[in-house]
């Protein structure tokens, strides 16, 4: 004799008709869910579009133009000229691109191995650690426009901190640090780095809290040195860090612009990329389709780590 067995009905849903086995109830958004949903991604959006797109849009169609800035109606366009005359005759372009390569080695070979010494040592728990990380922190926190004035009184040439120091304040053979076109690149990356390597600390010191303690285990019971396992071992496990650092520090190279404007608007051995953009569209004399010119020039540079790193970030998570 053959028995069945007869499952028993499902319930019924609170709108009165049971659900199918295996089904998913999907709630459907309201009136209301769809209007924050609405704002939560068009507002951002349009203040994106609006800040960074839409200007970005302009400046490459005017970087092909001539224009006085005035009058829509005087707009002419100009084809490469604009480019040509940056790249082949305007004098102070090839010093800049010069200087923000010096600017990039610098941070590279001196502020990032800083960061990363400092969070090295910090990383060891000695005594103090957290009021260590909150000084060498507190740069990061203020504007690089502030990291100049704050430096400006180190560098001052009759009541700088730095001659007085070296006892040569008021005297005829005082150097004007930020003033010297021979010394103020020199003089201002020193501040960057100030700033800069507080930032590469807490990345580091983020990665080194992330690294498995059983790999220091495993090389420490395979006989490696403290110095080995950090080179052969924990190094490389950093490696998303160090890509990231990477980029930010190629960025950081190229957008540097607040200190040394605040130094002396970028002149006198101080050119950057950056603010020869401001000065040629800002200002008396402005030649508007060469601001925009240069500033594309700098946006095409920018995206090359930019666009490597979001592949990366993106290859990665797939």
Known sequence: MTTTTVSPPAAPSAGGTAPRPGSRRVRRLTGPDRLVLGLMVGVP???????????????????????????????????????TYSTQEYPPFWPAVWHNVIWLVFLALVATPIGLLLAVLLDQKIR??????????????????????????????????????????????????????????????????????????????????????SLREAAALDGATARQTFLRVVFPAMRP??????????????????????INRGTNGL???????????????????VGSALA?????????????YLVRTFRRAD
Do not use: C
């Open 128 to 213: 103090g650690s957290r009021l260590y990380q909150s000084i060498f922190f507190t740069p990061v926190m203020l504007s690089l426009v502030m990291v100049g004035i704050i430096w400006q009184l180190v560098y001052a040439r009759n009541e700088g901190l730095l001659n007085n120091l070296l006892g040569t304040a008021g005297t005829p053979g005082a150097t004007d640090w930020f003033g010297d076109s021979q010394v103020n690149l020199w003089a201002a990356l020193v501040a960057t780095t100030w700033r800069h390597a507080g930032y590469i600390m807490v990345l580091y010191l983020a990665g080194l809290k992330g690294i498995d303690p």
């Open 241 to 262: 860090i160090n890509i990231v650092i990477v980029v930010i520090t190629i960025i950081e190279a190229l957008r540097a612009f607040d200190i040394v404007y605040v």
């Open 45 to 83: 959006t349009l203040i994106q579009a609006v800040l960074v797109w839409i200007p970005t849009l302009l400046s490459i169609g005017l970087s092909f133009t001539r224009w006085n800035g005035l009058d829509l109606a005087d707009i002419r366009p100009a084809g490469l000229t604009n480019y």
């Open 271 to 289: 050119e950057l990329l950056s603010v020869l953009v401001i000065q040629n569209l800002v200002g008396e004399g402005q030649v508007i389709g």
């Open 296 to 308: 594309v020039i700098l946006l095409a540079i920018s995206l090359g780590p930019i666009v490597y």
